[in-house]
């Protein structure tokens, strides 16, 4: 559980410590490929943490370094990423599999919200759903992530691939604190 994030200032953000950005899992359904589409983000025009969709490929911004992930993005498709960021090293996940990115050069923490969905200087909005997020307050292991993805991996490959019940579509940039928990 996270004692420190304090209530929203606004409907969709939330101001976590920054270290605490990096460690956290999700499952996307991305509709479109192509351009830059932020999953979750805190970036305030200096590229501090994010995790998006860049093109067909997922990236992560860690203190003005782009990470680019050779997993490729599945439009249609519900899929589980992970990223977990030590305060030294940074390390990406989809569907249980690790992509090991290396050391990172530590950074003063951002004054810019934690954004779900989009970045909160730009825009960039992700197109398609975002479900089941959940934020840590400590480095998770390759074996919890994968705990976590085979946990619901059943129930991603049971619903129907527009099952929106449960979920967002933030390709207009709408709210999506509704069903947002931090865990």
């Given amino acids: 559980a996270l004692a420190d994030i304090p209530r929203p200032k606004e409907e969709n953000h939330f101001f976590p410590r920054m270290s605490v950005l990096a460690r956290f ?44 992930t050779s997993e490729r993005v599945d439009p249609g498709v519900w899929q589980h990423v992970a990223v977990v960021f030590d305060g030294t090293e940074v390390r990406f996940y989809k569907n249980g599999n690790e992509s090991y990115f290396g050391p990172i050069v530590p950074t003063e923490e951002p004054v810019a919200p934690l954004c779900i969905g989009r970045n909160p200087a730009f825009g960039e909005h992700f197109g398609g759903l975002i479900d089941e997020v959940e934020i840590y307050d400590r480095a998770l292991s390759a074996d919890e992530i994968a705990a976590i ?14 099952d929106t019940s449960n979920s967002h579509d933030l ?10 928990a931090v865990t």
């Avoid at 619901?152 to 129907?160: C, I, V």
């Avoid at 390709?171 to 947002?180: A, H, L, R």
């Fill in 25 to 68: 899992c999700a499952w996307i359904l991305p509709r479109k490929i192509g351009a830059k589409r932020q999953i979750l983000s805190s970036d305030n025009g200096d590229y501090k943490r994010s995790l998006l969709q860049l093109e067909d490929r997922f990236a992560v911004f860690t203190a003005g370094s782009l990470w680019e």
């Fill in 149 to 162: 993805y085979e946990k619901l991996r059943a129930k991603a490959e049971a619903a129907p691939a527009e």
């Fill in 171 to 180: 390709e207009n940039g709408c709210s999506p604190s509704e069903n947002v």
